[in-house]
């Protein structure tokens, strides 16, 4: 396995933040038990984490001006970092004034043990949550959770509570992996929560 400090990586005119190779679940599909790198990185795998001051410096690779959005992804779950996460997402709001996403499983506030929802709240423009299957059973089967059976309707209650705080909350799905009925029964949840559902393809 190879292990680089690849903190940030471009696709196209957005800039991926890799803050963390940890994570709560331990996916079948995880694009990471899949390759070492993605999206023209050769390895996503951290040498360690990179300090706040170290994020920030590596924007300095970047013309900042033709970014379009930053977002919180990478080979982990990025709330595992969260508080470094906060702290960059402020500063690029306020040194560039870019719109933040956070890709993430949902189960940030069970990994922080606290609702994180709040705060959020000034500092992300969208949360992407991977929904993977509107089936409880069937999500932790595919997710791995540490959580068990926690973590399906905590991801969920993360969604909900999100709203309050974040512009655009949307469920994802994986493109082919669920059948018509499932998908239609991801878009009622995705209704009863009052977020948008996306079917997305697997490397997005
Ligand atoms: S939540 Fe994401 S990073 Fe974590 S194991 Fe699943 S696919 Fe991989």
């Given at each position: 396995?190879?292990e680089?400090m690849?903190?940030?990586y471009?696709?196209?005119d957005?800039?991926?933040?890799n803050l ?11 694009l ?6 993605a ?5 996503l795998w951290?040498?360690?984490?990179p300090?706040?001051e170290?994020?920030m ?11 379009t ?10 709330t595992?970092?969260f508080?470094?996460l906060?702290?960059v997402?402020?500063?690029v709001?306020e040194?560039?004034?870019?719109p933040v996403?956070?890709n993430?499983?949902?189960q ?9 929802a709040?705060?959020?709240e000034?500092?992300v ?5 991977s ?12 997710t ?10 905590a ?10 705080y974040?512009?655009?909350?949307t469920?994802?799905t ?6 018509p009925?499932?998908e239609?029964?991801?878009q009622?949840?995705c209704d009863?929560?009052?977020v ?5 393809p697997?490397?997005d």
């Amino acid at each position: 396995m190879a292990e680089a400090m690849n903190v940030l990586y471009p696709i196209g005119d957005k800039l991926y933040v890799n803050l963390t190779n940890r994570c709560s679940c331990d996916c079948t599909f995880c694009l990471r038990n899949a390759a070492d790198g993605a999206h023209g990185s050769d390895t996503l795998w951290l040498v360690r984490e990179p300090s706040f001051e170290e994020v920030m410096a590596a924007f300095d690779d970047y013309a900042m001006e033709d970014v379009t959005e930053v977002v919180f992804c990478g080979y982990g779950e990025p709330t595992c970092a969260f508080d470094r996460l906060v702290a960059v997402a402020r500063a690029v709001k306020e040194r560039w004034g870019k719109p933040v996403r956070v890709n993430t499983n949902g189960q940030g506030s069970l990994i922080c043990g606290r609702d994180i929802a709040p705060e959020l709240e000034g500092v992300v423009d969208a949360l992407s949550i991977s929904l993977n299957t509107p089936d409880a059973a069937r999500y932790l089967e595919l997710t791995r959770s540490r959580f068990g059976e926690e973590a399906f309707p905590a991801m969920l209650d993360f969604a909900r509570r999100a709203r309050a705080y974040v512009p655009d909350v949307t469920l994802t799905t994986v493109a082919t992996t669920l059948s018509p009925e499932e998908e239609q029964a991801c878009q009622r949840l995705c209704d009863d929560l009052g977020v948008r559902y996306r079917i997305r393809p697997w490397v997005d």
